[in-house]
């Protein structure tokens, strides 16, 4: 097999595993092996120069469910940029150096300021965009394809963290989080469920993408809010700035988001957040970086799937339902 039947092979294989995956909630394969398809599938692009138009590395997400009304994002929603090792981490972190560098030497009188970064949980669950118009949640989406989404908002208000009204009442803005189900919350409800649910990403997406709002409040399930995409009368300058906004506004915020000025510290934080993971009441699935001043963003930009400024750090796929006794960073 050439390389070109080979992409055709896997563009076709990955979108089979999307739409098992994003449209029906039910994953035909673990994350590590989609992984390893859709890294192969990349190196082939890269090594040919062609990239079919089909292919799921330049798309966000999967097809939209029928019944839901669909959602146009005011600001589009992205995937992220992914490495699994620390000298993948490093070749991200070299290529934004490297943008950075090159604008500062075009702009001399107005320079990006030196990187420092933010480390996040990448929380395993369903993406979750809310609405709100002067200060009322209006509606609340899925990320669809990054563009559209589909409308959940009967299902997102049984979510009972998730706030009605918030104080901030000029204009509209959208919210970006992850809705979960605790592993503590998916546990008991095993307890007496007469269809077990097997992994809690899959019991939150599927209970955002029902339907019928009662079987999503059933499941009681919970969300953590990490990005203003869109936003009218005022403007951010760093992403503490939009931490501290999602907060006065009662949003709920991870109790884990540090700081970093050097790069080096971010990798010696990833390895406690790895070694801790296992103690946590939710799922994640790898730890987020992204630099954290928001005209650097700007000027970096994004590819046709994800930010330039940011990078998912991947950990070994590990799906559990048992609870450990200690659990530090609760929900
Ligand atoms: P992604 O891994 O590119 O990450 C983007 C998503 O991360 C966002 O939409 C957001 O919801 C979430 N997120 C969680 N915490 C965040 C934070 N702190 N900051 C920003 N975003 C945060 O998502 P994707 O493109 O939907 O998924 C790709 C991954 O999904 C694959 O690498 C694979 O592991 C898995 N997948 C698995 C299958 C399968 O069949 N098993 C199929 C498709 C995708």
Avoid: C
Avoid at 4 to 13: A, S
Avoid at 288 to 307: H, N, S
Wanted: glycine residues 6%; charged residues 25%; aromatic residues 10%.
């Amino acid at each position: 097999m050439d390389a070109m039947q080979k992409m055709e092979q896997l563009v076709e294989q990955l979108n089979q595993y999307n739409y098992h995956y994003y449209t029906l909630d039910q994953p035909l394969v673990s994350d590590k092996e989609y992984d390893l398809l859709y890294d192969e599938l990349t190196a082939l692009e890269a090594q040919t120069g062609v990239t079919l138009p089909d292919s799921p590395t330049v798309r966000v997400g999967g097809e939209l469910l029928q019944g839901f009304k669909p959602h146009r994002h005011l600001a589009s929603l992205w995937s992220l940029d992914k490495a699994q090792n620390e000298e993948q981490l490093q070749s991200w972190n070299n290529r934004a150096l490297k943008l950075i560098a090159d604008y500062n030497a075009k702009n001399p009188a107005n320079p990006l300021p030196s990187p420092t970064y933010v480390l996040e949980l990448k929380f395993d669950g369903l993406t979750l965009n809310l609405t709100y118009t002067d200060g009322k949640l209006v509606q609340a989406a899925t990320r669809g394809n990054g563009v559209v989404g589909e409308g959940i908002l009967a299902q997102v208000k049984t979510i009972k963290s998730v706030p009605l009204t918030i104080p901030f009442s000029e204009g509209t803005l959208e919210v970006q989080g992850e809705g979960i189900m605790n592993l503590s919350v998916l546990a008991k409800y095993n307890e007496t469920a007469a269809e077990p649910l097997k992994n809690a990403r899959n019991a939150a997406a599927g209970a955002l993408r029902n339907l019928n709002p009662k079987t999503t409040a059933e499941r009681k399930l919970s969300a953590f809010f990490y990005n203003v995409g869109y936003l009218e009368n005022l403007e951010f300058h760093d992403h503490r700035e939009m931490v501290d906004f999602l907060k006065n506004n009662r949003f709920k915020v991870s109790p884990y988001v540090t700081y970093h000025d050097s790069f080096d510290h971010v990798m010696s934080e990833l390895k406690h957040i790895e070694e801790q993971r296992s103690s946590l009441d939710f799922l994640i699935d790898g730890a987020v970086i992204k630099l954290t001043d928001m005209r650097t963003r700007e000027v970096l930009g994004y590819t046709d799937k994800f930010p330039r400024w940011a990078v998912a750090f991947k950990f070994e796929a590990e799906e559990t339902t048992t609870i450990l006794e200690s659990v530090s960073w609760n929900v």
